[in-house]
Every structure is written in C-alpha cells, then in structure tokens.
C-alpha cells in the first residue's frame, strides 16, 4: 500500500496572503514607478520654463517683478504719492463720501459752462492734496515703471495694497481734470488726463492679472475723461498730440502676457504647499498643462485668440465634467485654473477702446487743420493717428478685424467698435442711465 503524498504547507489561507502581498508589492512598484516619471517631468517642465527666464514660484516671482533697466524706476514718488492719499483724516473721508467720483455724490457731473453746485466744494477738498496732484502731474513724460512691494509667498492669497489704493490717485486727478475744464484751464486740464494715463502705466510691469485689469480700469477712466472733456477744452493740435501719446503708450497684449507668467508662478507657489506627494505632483503638473495655454494666448490675429479662448474653456470644462471626477487628483488645479478667455476679452475691449478713442482725437486734429471732420476714418493719416505703424492697423476693430466703424449725423460723428456682443448696433455708444447700457463701444463727438 502507497504512502498518502505529502500535504502542501501551502493552504489557501497562506496562498491568498502570498496574493495580496504580491498585488500590494505590484501596486507600490507602480505607484512608485508613476511619481518617479511624474517627478522627472514636473522637474523638466519647471527647468523649462526658468530656461526661458519665467519664474516658477514666489521667490522667482519677486525677481521676474522688476523694473527693466533703462527705465526710470519711480517707486517711491508714486508711494510718496498713495500713502499722503490715502492717509486721510475721518473729516475728509466724510466730505470726499459726499461728492463725485472720489465719493457717493451726484453724478454724472456737469459739463463744463454749466452750472456745477458742488464746484467750491469739489476745489476746496482738491486743494488740501495739491502737493501731491503736482507730484504726479510732473511724472508725465517720465515714461517711468513702479515694483511695488508684493509678498508673492502668499500664493493666491497675495496682497496688493498699493494696486488697489492707486486708483484714489486716478479718481482725484480725474475730479480736478473736471474743475480745471469747468473754470477754463484747459492746461491743466490736459496735464491731469495725461497723468492720470501716467499712473496707469506704471502698473505695465506688474506680473498679475488683477494688476491689469486696475490698469486698464484706470486706463479706460482717462478714456472716458477725454470723450467728456474734449469738445469743451479748447486744446491746440500739439495738445492733441501729447494727449494720444500719453493714450497709446499702453500696450495691453504683451502686458497680460507678462501677467499670466506671473498667475502661473503664483498658482505653483500655492500648489506646492500641498501635503500629499502625489497630489502636489499631480495640481502642479496640470497647472503647468492649462498655463501652457497663456503662452500663445496673445499671439497671432484677434480672431486667433477669441478661437484660442473658446478652446480652453471647452477643454476646461470637459476636463471638469469628466467621468472620473470622483477620483480625480488634480481638482485643486482645476478650479484655480486661468481665466483665458476673461483676460481675451478684457485685452480686445481696452484696445477697442484705445482705438477708438485715439481716432476721435486724430479727427478732432483733422477738423483743427481742415475746418470739418473727415468724411472717412481713411482721411486720418499716420500723423494725425500719432502712429508710426500703417494708419490702417491703428483703425482695426478687435472682435471682428474690420475697420472701425464712423458715422456722420447732422450734430455729430460716432466712432466706434462693435464690442463684446460682436453685433453691430449702430453706433449705440453712449451711457445710459438703465440696463443694459451701450451694446457698443466708442467716442461721439458734437459737430
């Protein structure tokens, strides 16, 4: 008879533990395998991206936030200027709350030769900050850049004292730019709109988009002060041209690219303060991927970067929607995400407006020389546009790259762009005191 064979040590209990210690082993090789390569590519695309001279976090970020050389850096007139501002006692800032643009006051104000009842009121409260109006006036022409200081290790909870309480600056120059038309100083007039555009530009150079949307909310204010004060002040043809000077000097597509070079060091900043390995790794790589995006944002034609816009939003929310949210690892990433198409849109509206505004003076210049306004925006040569590129670029609206578009009535002309809506309303630029407002946007000027 046969000896029975003998029993296997390897009982299923063992073999099932031999299993799971196998899968377990399996799944750490992977893991490990995947934050290795994902680790190497996240080192590469940073070491990319500082081989390109853009910053990749907070302390690289203050570095890439400077004044070029060459350019005057005017830092501290401009502090000098805000801290004496914005240092007010309770009185002023009972009276300022009482009157227009620097408070809640009635508005709109008057045009000049008219009667304006806060008048005395308005001077009497401009005269206490006069040191500092002539300050900023005296920067015209300086064609200088600030650096304010900016503790960029906050990550997307950074501060911006300095960006926010400029624009009290911009509201005082803009209320005296109103009291000088209205008692016939048509000088200072003129120098209070070109500085108020000189305060906007020193903000060109800071690398974040709240930065330049305050820019350009100061830029658009000067804009709107010209199309209110210029068929009342009566400026000479060399006025006319140092005021687009001061206008033109923005140039709001390069300057948003800066900024989201800057966006993207600072979402990486705050995304590297992420705990968990994987996840970090994981927010940083995609934030790099959807930066990647700002990159050529602002390159090519206009038509080029709304169709750039409007693919990133798609990919955007497809990425967000996708089925696998619930064990998505770059969530973070995704909600702090850039808003492209928000900055595209902000780019195109400025310039539009920049545009548009500069014609009206070219035609202002063209009636000065020619007793009448032009019959066309063709008749405005690269002189009169203060434009040493061809006087057709300078005449190109953004949201269809058409020519500006130019009406003559019996009373007044009409230049204008057909704005967001990318829908001609006929000039329907004006401000209107119930919703929805102007569908288009530009300057109308009285025959």
Known sequence: MEAPPPKSSWTPGKLLLVGIGMLL??????????????????????????????????????????????????TGVWVGIIDTVTATSQDQVDTMMELPVVGQGPTPIPPPVTEWAQLDAVEELLAKFEPELQAARAEVGVNGQTQFPIDFSQGIRTL??????????????????????????????????????????????????ISQLVRGAIHADGCEAIIDLMPHCN????????????????????????????????????LSRMRLGPLRLRNMQTAIELFDYTDDAFDGSWAEMFQKGDEFNEKLNERRSGTSNLIRLD?????????????????????????????????????????????????????????????????IDP?????????????????????????????????????????????????
């Open 25 to 74: 082993i399996g799944t750490f090789a992977i893991i490990g395998f995947i934050w290795y390569f994902s680790h190497a590519r996240l080192k590469a695309d940073l070491a990319d991206l500082r081989a390109a001279g853009l910053p990749t976090d907070a302390v690289e970020l203050a570095n890439y936030h400077n004044v070029p050389v060459g350019v005057p850096d005017t």
């Open 235 to 270: 400026w000479s043809d060399d006025d006319l041209a140092a005021l687009q000077s001061s206008l033109r000097a923005a140039n709001f597509r390069e300057e948003m690219a800066h900024a989201m070079h800057g966006e993207r060091a600072l979402y990486l900043t705050e």
């Open 331 to 395: 969530t973070a990433a995704l909600q702090l995400a850039p808003g492209i198409k928000t900055a595209i849109q902000f780019v195109a509206t400025a310039t539009a407006r920049q545009c548009c505004v500069n014609a009206g003076i070219a035609a202002s210049r063209y009636r000065l020389q020619k007793k009448q306004f032009p019959d066309s925006l063709a008749d405005l040569n690269e002189e009169l546009l203060g434009a040493p590129s061809p006087s057709s670029t300078e005449l």
């Open 399 to 447: 949201f269809d790259e058409n020519p500006l578009r130019y009406r003559q009535e019996e009373t007044r002309i009409i230049i204008y762009s057909i704005g967001l809506d990318r829908i001609d309303n006929g000039g329907d630029c004006e401000s209107q005191e119930v919703l929805p407002g102007p569908t288009d946007l530009g300057i109308v000027l009285p025959k």
């Open 160 to 209: 911006l004292p300095y960006t926010q309480e400029i624009r009290q600056v911009a509201r005082l120059l803009l209320l005296d730019a109103k009291v000088a038309a209205h008692r016939g100083d048509d000088a200072r007039a003129l120098q209070d709109l070109r500085a108020i555009f000189t305060l906007s530009d020193t903000l060109r150079g800071e690398p974040l988009l």
